[in-house]
């Protein structure tokens, strides 16, 4: 009896390793004729997914779709190969590995979280495979002199320094300071690679100002507790708290600090879960998310489409491909009002796809890896031609930021823009070329977080 | 600042011993290992959240969640547990650790990866400067009751003491006629009925996803554990203890290595009370 | 009987490895190689790992000693350009150490089944955090990508198949090394130790001294182990320091069965090869499904072959328990 | 001469004290009887002489040495082999390697195949020839005594602690038990042994020892002691 159902289980084994073997073996498939295979890399399962990667990979299939429906670039027809890397930077490597080996796609784009960003963007190094950043952040991704990674998503370095440039220059009047110097600036961050390289930022964009950090602390975005940390900025009484997080750790925070009488002047986020008030309230309250601020580049149905020029390729207004896209993303997730990294995903590869293969194919007639990269070095588009508002133009190889540090294959037309979420609005508030609307500091009276 | 932090880890530790019993009568009564004790709790609270966000009845939602934990428990005791009864200990943690991956990657095909929480929000409890998180103290509240009930049923009723028995010497209650089938049944009814009620105040104070379990586990172990496998006043204890520890730590050297200072704490008690502090060894 | 057979297999085995040293160079998928090379790598981690725990210390850190190995020689590495063929004795050494300092007292004052593997449980957690806190050096967990310099001096090469040679060889070692330990005197002590520790003691067993002696060995293997994974992936993260890959190492081991010297690997090539097969088959389709028909598959198996899978093998062709 | 010299050693579990303030000693190559009902102590005091527990007061010397601190297995290469009254034995394991592991570890032999060969001399010796290779666990209760009197043998002791050899022997078992402890004394082993077997206690036991809650009421040559009024008290009329 024993023996029997051993011997049935057994036989599952054994047919599963002969599928995977036969899986392994038939899964180069030929491509067929003017066909492009792009891997797209997403973490759509774990806790990044819900954090903005499953947006950022939604943005990227519904710009593919766009650009398939209008019939490809130079006739070709764009395959997307989408890869689960299931938030664990482990995962994404063996996946990029088989994107890479298996499918044979010159191209990787995507990734949401700076941790499988860097790994993959080594990876597609060696192994000469073009990766296209789209949402990641961290400085570190194109800090290394990589020929095959570009990023047309600004850099966390501007996230840090935006906000606190925001302040510097405008919010401090506001406070009713004379000068930026007075004021109390206090920086929390998750302990990952993303809040830190934010907050490096922050802490430099605090000396520059001369602002007074009366504190500066990190914590686990896993942290069950960090009630702690909201004692801490309670006796240290900050004006100005400047938050990176991701999204669990956000309402926690928020939670905690209602709860324990945690008072401030302003509220800043930087991106992640900050960048969703909607799903912030419905876990924390309207009344605490009412008056935060977000640094992001600005979801599409934020900008003024008056600014925005006819796209380069297709010739039409990239104001009605933004409504399309915001259509086709409600009609197919039913989100009248979807988080700025799907509008990262949709406009990064839908610039890239445009411009860059469509240059390649033009000028080097394939698509291989390397035409690929050629063809991206020399992308120079203005601001306003883009569904993401800015321009794009990447940094040669050599090439330094003002902090002296590499950052070949960085675009340099990109930035965030500072965005209030105020009366159930989004106003955009900094930088002025893009404002829409005065801030409102301090935060109104109705947030329990108000002074 | 301390004193502050001091009670906030007394409520947090309120929460810490709930999640702890439940595993600890687990381990106790059926002698297993259950490493999928948060995901249990993490599906109690999707459950509150959707009863809770179709009725808007915070009552109603916990009663159905509890009732509806209890027997899904006693299913996966029949299913798994009683199969694991026999086996070494390190095929119980595979097999748990398996159901870890099952449950919440099954939760999250059914229920997706989105972060979801109760919109509740309380009243700000300030008491001399001092503020109080209500939905802490809430929590802090039922799960001490919990644990008084538990404490009653087990000293003062006869199934209670049976299961005592159980927990003491299995050999010795066979013996007294004590049929451990019936006490497994009973435990992990048992269990469910703490995990649901666990679930219910955690979705007070966390937002829900499917991996929202598994980041209780490892403080419910190390409480388990350094109260001592078995010993149920252990457990909360344990759970004050462990919590102080980690949030004066935090205080003092911030979150990031207040967790490497709770596990070498751990470890340390552990070897120079091999059984805990509780625990009546083997 | 039994013994014999067990010859022939290991020797049928020597035979496939051989071919497979001559073929891998011209298997045309490098995504199979690195797969290979992965089911190596943990075959070699979980035969160290059985090394304990085939006689009753189940521990659950070896995530630490992996970790620590890896981190110590690539931080060597990238820091002081000091290769990693050094580097990894000396992560083999700072893992040998941490396994004394912990594993020592727990054995000197009796700390014994769960609570010695919640112990170990803890001591991977302990690492993981540590790795992640230490930032300015770890890099956090942002992870660390080792520097990339091709040489034999420098453990990196152009091609896969260099490292698929190395686990390879690497897990041959660790087979040739169960052997001498089954050919010598110690293998009674331990023995003995998992059959009744009292009764060990009371027949001139120095336990301690016996169980720190096996941690020591599996701890300093299991830390290369770690060094040879961090240059095959020339990338690594805390996170092969915490709970998930202690599991992991475990499971393999148990998975296929560890009273066995081909256990191991039988299950890390299960274990991997279904979990990278669910991936790419379903990941992208159904996200989640993989790991959850994981889990279910970890469950079926512990119920229904508790010996592991070659354990149950084992079973059935020579009719004993 | 003195082999083992035991002076005022007493051990207490909670209230009820096990040893109570005992002092004895064994002579080199005599065969000690310690008799007494259940619970009157003698596993305790062997407990203790083996080092499984510490006692809280008193000293054991062992040829000389103060052997009251040590640990059973310092103890078990100082030369003090014991056996245990519910018998064990490395069930995993077969009748042959129990035995190897006596004369690896406590008999000191680091040489395998010596090892191998001395263990199938003694497994022979004591009556388990052609049981060497089964699994302690398949074996009857007899056989497992006897392995576990191999094992011990196995070490070379110089002092043999034997608990309850003859329990559930039969008349036959019984005397080539009896025969078997002989031979084990003509090798110039020490034995010093527990048994509620009186008669055999009485049959080939040098001097005996007699023990009743914790505390030694009555000690010497055999005819003495089961003369003696106080020992026939403890075993109520005494009748055999």
Redesign the interface.
């Known amino acids: 009896m024993v023996?029997k159902?051993?011997?049935y289980?057994?036989a599952i084994?054994l047919v599963?390793?002969i599928?995977?073997?036969a899986?392994?073996y038939f899964?180069?498939r030929p491509a067929p004729e003017l066909v492009i295979k792009v891997g797209l890399l997403a973490s759509?399962?774990?806790?990044f997914?819900?954090a903005g990667a499953?947006a950022m990979y939604r943005g990227m299939v519904i710009a593919i779709e766009m650009l398939n429906d209008r019939g490809g670039v130079e006739g070709y027809k764009i395959v997307p190969i989408?890869?689960?890397a299931?938030s664990?930077?482990?995962?994404a490597?063996?996946?990029a590995?088989?994107l890479v080996?298996?499918e044979k796609v010159p191209i990787i784009m995507g990734v949401y979280s700076?941790?499988i960003a860097?790994?993959v963007a080594?990876?597609c190094?060696?192994n000469k495979v073009v990766f296209h950043d789209i949402v990641a952040i961290?400085d570190?991704v194109t800090a290394r002199e990589y020929a095959y990674t570009f990023r047309i998503q600004p850099r966390g370095s501007a996230w840090g320094e935006g906000t606190v440039e925001f302040l510097g220059e405008l919010g401090y009047k506001y406070l009713g300071y004379d000068m930026p110097s007075k004021v109390k600036v206090a920086i929390i961050h998750e302990?990952?690679?993303y809040g830190?390289s934010v907050s490096d930022k922050n802490r430099w964009a605090v000396r520059k100002y001369g602002m007074q950090l009366v504190l500066d602390?990190?914590?686990?975005s896993?942290?069950?507790?960090?009630?702690?940390?909201i004692?801490?900025l309670?006796?240290a009484d900050p004006d100005v708290i400047l938050h990176t997080g991701y999204?669990?750790d956000i309402?926690?925070f928020l939670?905690?600090a209602?709860?324990?009488?945690l008072k401030t002047r302003v509220y800043i986020g930087h991106g992640a879960g900050h960048a969703n008030p909607r799903?912030l309230?419905?876990?924390?309250?309207m009344e605490v998310v009412n008056g935060m601020f977000n640094i992001d580049p600005a979801p599409c149905q934020l900008l003024d489409k008056a600014k925005l020029g006819k796209d380069p390729y297709f010739g039409v207004p990239i104001g009605e491909l933004i409504d399309e896209f915001l259509d086709r993303y409600y009609k197919k997730y039913g989100d009248r009002d979807p988080p700025t990294h799907a509008t990262q995903g949709f406009a990064h590869v839908w610039t890239f796809i445009t411009d860059v293969f469509s240059r390649a194919i033009r000028k080097y007639g394939k698509i291989t890896a390397d035409t690929i990269r050629m063809a991206a070095e020399e992308t120079d588009i203005p601001e306003g031609m883009t569904p993401a508002g800015y321009g794009v133009k990447f940094a040669p190889s050599g090439a330094k930021d003002k902090w002296g540090k590499p950052w070949r294959g960085q675009n340099m037309r990109s930035y965030p823009v500072v965005y209030q979420w105020i009366e159930g609005k989004h106003v955009i508030v900094w930088p002025p070329a893009m404002a829409t609307g005065e801030p409102v500091i301090p935060l109104p009276p109705t947030n329990?977080l108000a002074k | 600042m301390i004193i502050e932090a001091f009670i906030n880890g007394l409520l947090f530790g309120g929460v810490c011993a709930l999640v702890a019993l439940g595993l600890n009568l687990l381990f106790g009564v059926v002698r297993i290992v259950n490493l999928a004790h948060g995901e249990i709790i993490m599906l109690g609270m999707y459950g509150v959240f959707w009863i809770y966000s179709w009725s808007k009845n915070m009552f109603l939602a916990g009663l159905v969640t509890v009732s509806s934990l209890i027997p899904f428990m006693v299913l996966i005791q029949k299913a798994v547990f009683n199969k694991l009864l026999k086996a070494p200990g390190i095929n119980q943690l595979i097999a748990t650790g398996g159901m870890i991956l099952a449950l919440s990657y099954g939760a999250e095909i059914v229920w997706g990866v989105d972060y979801r929480s109760i919109p509740l929000t309380f009243p700000i409890a300030q008491i001399h400067g001092v503020f109080i998180s209500i939905s802490r103290l809430i929590a802090f509240a039922i799960a001490m009751s919990c644990a008084l009930l538990l404490y009653l049923f087990l000293y003062k009723t006869y199934p209670g003491m049976a299961i005592r028995a159980m927990v003491q010497d299995s050999e010795e209650a066979e013996l007294l006629g004590i049929k451990p089938e019936k006490m497994y049944v009973l435990a992990v009814g048992i269990t469910g009925l703490l995990a649901g009620i666990a679930a219910i105040c955690l979705t007070l104070i966390y937002s829900i996803h499917p991996h929202v379990g598994g980041e209780f586990t490892l403080f419910a172990f190390l409480i388990v554990v350094l109260g001592g496998l078995g010993s149920l006043s252990g457990s909360v204890v344990g759970a004050f203890i462990i919590s102080e520890v980690f949030t004066i730590s935090s205080i003092l050297v911030g979150l990031e290595w207040a967790y490497v200072i709770t596990l070498i704490f751990f470890i340390l008690i552990l070897i120079l009370k091999p059984y805990g502090l509780m625990g009546r060894g083997e | 009987m039994a013994v014999n057979l067990f010859k022939k297999i290991k020797w049928n085995i020597i035979i496939a490895i051989i071919i497979m040293f001559l073929i891998l160079p011209i298997l045309p998928w490098r995504y199979l190689i690195h797969v290979l090379t992965l089911i190596f790598i943990f075959a070699s981690a979980s035969t160290y790992w059985s090394f304990m725990g085939r006689f009753g210390l189940v521990s659950l850190g070896h995530g630490a000693f992996f970790g620590l190995g890896a981190y110590t020689s690539s931080l060597l590495f990238n820091i002081y350009g000091l290769s990693p063929w050094i580097g990894m004795f000396i992560g083999g050494v700072f893992a040998t150490s941490i396994a004394v300092i912990v594993g020592y007292p727990c054995f000197r004052y009796g700390v014994r089944g769960a609570y010695f593997s919640l112990v170990t449980l803890a001591l991977s957690a302990a690492m993981m955090y540590t790795f992640s806190a230490m930032r300015g050096i770890t890099g956090g967990l942002l992870g660390l990508t080792i520097r990339y310099e091709p040489g034999l001096l420098q453990f990196q090469f152009p091609e896969k198949y260099y490292y698929c040679y190395i686990a390879i060889s690497f897990w041959l070692l660790s087979i040739y090394i169960w052997r001498r330990i089954e050919g010598g005197t110690f293998i009674y002590a331990l023995k003995a130790m998992s059959d009744d520790e009292i009764f060990a003691e009371h027949s001139g067993i120095d336990l301690c001294k016996v169980k720190l002696q096996i941690t020591m060995l599996s701890s300093f293997f299991t830390a290369i182990c770690g060094t040879i994974y961090a240059q095959a992936i020339s990338y690594i993260n805390p996170e092969i320091a915490g709970i998930t890959w202690s599991l992991e190492i475990a499971f393999i081991a148990i998975l296929g069965g560890l009273y066995s010297m081909v256990g191991p690997l039988i299950g890390s090539a299960v274990y991997i090869s279904f979990s990278e097969f669910v991936r790419v088959l379903l990941g992208s389709t159904l996200v989640g499904i993989s790991h959850l028909m994981l889990g279910l598959l970890l469950i079926v198996f512990t119920i229904f072959l508790p010996g592991g899978i070659w354990g149950s093998i084992r079973t059935i062709l020579f009719r004993r328990m | 001469m003195i082999i083992l010299r035991v002076s005022a050693l007493s051990k207490h579990f909670g209230g009820i004290s096990a040893v109570n303030n005992v002092s004895f000693e064994v002579g080199k190559g005599e065969i000690l009887g310690l008799i007494g009902p259940n619970g009157s102590g003698k596993t305790t005091l062997f407990n203790l002489i083996s080092g499984l527990y510490r006692p809280d007061s008193g000293r054991i010397i062992f040829m000389g040495e103060d052997i009251t601190k040590k640990q059973p297995h310092e103890i078990c290469r100082k030369g003090i082999a014991r056996t245990f009254q519910l018998v064990r034995a490395f069930p995993n394991m077969t009748v042959l390697e129990n035995v190897v592991v006596g004369s690896i570890f406590g008999g000191g032999i680091k040489d395998l195949d010596v090892a191998l060969n001395e263990s199938r001399r003694i497994c022979e010796f004591v009556g388990l020839a052609g049981k060497e290779d089964t699994p302690v666990r398949n074996l009857t209760a007899v056989d497992k005594k006897l392995t576990e009197l191999a094992r011990a043998l196995a070490m070379k002791p110089k002092l043999l602690l034997i608990d309850e050899l003859m329990a559930g022997l039969n008349p036959v078992e019984t005397e080539q038990a009896m025969a078997l402890l002989k031979r084990i004394r003509e090798q110039g082993i020490t034995i010093f042994w527990i048994e509620h077997m009186i008669k055999a206690v009485v049959g080939i036991s040098d001097r005996i020892m007699v023990m009743n809650h914790g505390m030694k009421i009555a000690e010497g040559r055999p005819d003495e002691v089961v003369n003696d009024v106080r020992v026939i008290e403890v075993y109520l009329g005494g009748r055999w």
């Open positions: 023996r159902r051993m011997i289980v057994l084994v599963v390793i599928v995977a073997a899986t392994v899964m180069p759509q399962s774990g806790p997914a819900p499953l989408s890869a689960d299931m664990s930077p482990d995962t490597l063996r996946e590995e088989r080996t298996v700076s941790a860097i790994p080594e990876f190094e060696k961290s570190e302990d990952g690679p830190v602390e990190a914590y686990s896993k942290a069950t507790d960090i009630s702690s940390l004692l801490k309670k006796a999204f669990p309402v926690l939670k905690q209602r709860e324990l009488g799903l309230a419905e876990s924390v309250g329990p």
